[in-house]
């Protein structure tokens, strides 16, 4: 008889294969219009070591005249600077990266909602077969995806502040969920609602 634990192991790296599968860029070259003014963004920031056009805090949000949220461009910048990619490699890797974030978010989300194993396991991988995700994942530098790919950790962590087991001790949940308030909206400004939703949640559990 197999042992349960592995057959959830080795089901785990096959919904990881499938992610990577169904997200590998299939184009000869990026795609999207709007890519290429991030990826000229990027390269900026290399080749000055600096975010010469953000004179104010508000444009990391892309709340200042002029300005575009510069979360996903700064992710892009730092792990050019730390491994030597060039953006255009960096860009390659971006879309497979956060696909296989999202997609394992999205499976510890479902863990909120469930315990069959089956369940979540197909739930996630209709996250990952959702057509416009997969298109906003091919080659491309969009900051709605690099916020749609974290979006289930933030449900994650309001679902596990409730949760009985977890909620006794918010104290780590809460710093993590203030991180996230700060970051997602500097990645695209539907971030920008979040606040909101955060407000309506604690509302609906007092």
Excluded at 37 to 47: G, N, T, V
Excluded at 145 to 165: D, E
Excluded at 176 to 200: D, K, Q, T, Y
Aim: charged share 10%.
């Amino acid at each position: 008889m197999k042992n349960p634990s592995l057959c959830k192991k080795n089901s785990l790296i096959l919904l990881g294969f499938l992610t990577i599968l169904l997200h590998y860029p299939i184009t000869p070259a990026p795609t999207g219009t709007d890519n290429f003014y991030y990826i000229s963004m990027a390269q900026a920031i290399l080749s000055n070591g600096e975010i010469f056009w953000a004179t104010n805090i508000l444009s990391f949000y892309g709340l200042f005249p002029g300005t575009t949220p510069i979360g996903a461009t700064m992710i892009a910048t730092t792990i050019c600077t730390v491994t030597g990619l060039s953006i255009y490699q960096y860009v390659f890797l971006h879309g497979l990266l956060f696909s296989l974030i999202s997609t394992f978010g999205f499976f510890m989300l479902t863990g909120e909602i469930t315990d069959n194993y089956r369940s979540r396991w197909f739930s996630t991988l209709c996250f990952s077969l959702a057509p416009r995700f997969i298109t906003f994942s091919i080659w491309r530098l969009s900051l709605r995806f690099t916020l749609i790919a974290l979006l289930p950790f933030f449900i994650w962590l309001l679902l596990r502040l409730v949760n009985s087991k977890y909620g006794r001790h918010p104290s780590k949940i809460i710093i993590l969920l203030s991180f996230m308030m700060v970051i997602l909206p500097s990645l695209h400004r539907m971030g920008l609602l979040f606040p909101g939703i955060l407000l309506a949640f604690v509302l609906s559990i007092i």
